[in-house]
């Protein structure tokens, strides 16, 4: 049996992940796949950053889940579970997770870095590669194609 734990964020980078998790799913019956969101918490008292009610974080895990369930992996939900965890560091809670449930292979939604992070090699696919012994797959989002211009652009619609 083999097990993937599937990092989701709700910024968009998780969707070509999902799709390629539920590629995976259909080909090989013996797969099993944890969903893993993560609310990051605030690092330090003195700077706190907007904090989010636990009640605000439960409901945003419950929509993902019942969005997951119905859109990506309808059908399969025996072999689908989810996971709802809370830390200061993504990538810790994501390494911690895998090596708690097992996982040998990690899968991101992600991006190459850009700006300053693209230099100190920053970014949360990067961090989970320095610090796990675990296979990992970060899956690019296919570019999005550029806006068709029709005649609607004109009246500002």
């Known amino acids: 049996m083999q097990r993937i734990l599937l990092a989701w964020d709700d ?10 998790v539920r590629r995976k799913l259909l080909a ?10 993560v609310t990051v918490l605030a690092a330090s008292p003195r700077f706190a950053g907007p904090r989010w009610s636990s009640d605000y974080d439960r409901e945003i895990a419950h929509a993902i889940k019942a969005r ?10 025996d072999r689908v579970r989810f996971l709802h965890e809370s830390g200061i560091s993504v990538s810790d809670v994501i390494v911690a ?3 708690v449930l097992r ?5 991101l939604g992600g991006r190459p870095p850009r700006g300053f992070r693209r230099w100190v090699g920053g970014g949360v696919g990067a961090e989970v590669l320095r610090k796990t012994d675990a296979s990992v797959l970060v899956i690019r989002a296919p570019s999005r194609p550029m806006p068709v211009r029709g005649p609607w652009a004109k009246t500002g619609l």
Do not use: K, N
């Not at 980078?13 to 999902?18: D, K, R, V």
């Not at 090989?28 to 969101?37: F, Q």
């Open 68 to 77: 997951l369930e119905y859109d990506v992996f309808d059908g399969l939900g």
């Open 97 to 99: 997770a895998a090596e």
């Open 28 to 37: 090989d019956p013996t797969v099993e796949v944890t969903v893993l969101y």
């Open 11 to 20: 910024r968009g980078h998780a969707e070509a992940a999902s799709q390629w």
């Open 103 to 107: 996982c040998p292979m990690i899968v």
